[in-house]
């Protein structure tokens, strides 16, 4: 089965900084996709960006991008130019070739004005 | 289009009881997938359902279940309600074909169980 782990359950950045979140995994599997979702307070679970592990150019979506490193299992997100409206709860996310998705357990962003 | 409805939002619940839950996918999606979102444990995959079969199914006793309608439509029961059962349970969409890995997300359920 394939693992997920967020080592930081809480970070902080000062608004227009940079952040970087870390997520690790684990798996057997070759081909396989890789995902940060973002969970503003109260609000709905959205799609922030996508990568997929047979690609080895690096996914970004304007002030979002990552850093996959397939060898040692690693998916960080970095968010450049942070603003307030980027405080949520962050999940890495893993989805295998069957279909099924496994979840960390969040690291809750706050952006300090 | 219209995104990932359920329904109820709110639900309170005596131990003991059965619940029922609603997801109703965007249109023209056809896989629906259940998390449980609890504090600290993060999203933990319940069942997915796709063209009204179960296609995978998470570590959750016989307690949870599941189905599918024509229409894509999903709902999901607890039955034997347990205070443990007290979550945010999410359901997410997506086309549901092989390279479809792009999931949408309800506003969730939010499950007191007292």
């Known amino acids: 089965a394939q693992t997920v782990t967020q080592s930081q359950p809480e970070m902080s950045v000062q608004e227009a900084e940079t952040v970087t979140l870390s997520c690790t995994y684990d798996?057997?599997?070759?081909?396989?996709?890789l995902f940060w979702y973002k969970q503003p307070p109260s609000r709905q679970m959205i799609l922030v960006i996508r990568?997929?592990?047979?690609?080895?150019q690096n996914a970004t979506e304007n002030r979002f991008s990552v850093n996959f490193q397939k060898a040692a299992k690693s998916f960080s997100l970095k968010i450049s130019d942070s603003q307030l409206g980027d405080t949520a709860m962050y999940f890495c996310?893993?989805?295998?070739?069957?279909?099924?998705?496994?979840f960390g357990t969040g690291t809750s962003l706050t952006v300090i004005p | 289009k219209a995104g990932v409805t359920q329904t109820p939002r709110y639900l309170i619940k005596t131990r003991g009881q059965q619940v029922t839950l609603s997801c109703s996918p965007i249109?023209?999606?056809?896989?629906v997938s259940w998390y449980q979102q609890t504090p600290g444990q993060g999203l933990q995959f319940l069942f997915e359902?796709?063209?009204?079969?179960?296609?995978n199914k998470g570590n959750f006793p016989g307690r949870f279940s599941g189905r599918q309608f024509s229409n894509s439509r999903s709902e999901m029961n607890v039955s034997t309600l347990e205070l443990g059962d007290s979550a945010l349970y999410l359901c997410?969409?997506?086309?549901?074909?092989?390279?479809?890995?792009?999931?949408?997300f309800g506003p969730g359920t939010r499950l007191t169980v007292t």
């Open positions: 997410a969409s997506k086309l549901g074909g092989i390279e479809s890995y792009e999931q949408y």
């Open positions: 798996t057997s599997e070759n081909n396989y996709y």
């Open positions: 990568q997929e592990a047979y690609k080895q």
């Open positions: 996310a893993f989805g295998d070739t069957g279909n099924q998705f496994y």
């Open positions: 249109s023209g999606h056809r896989s």
């Open positions: 359902y796709f063209s009204e079969t179960q296609r």
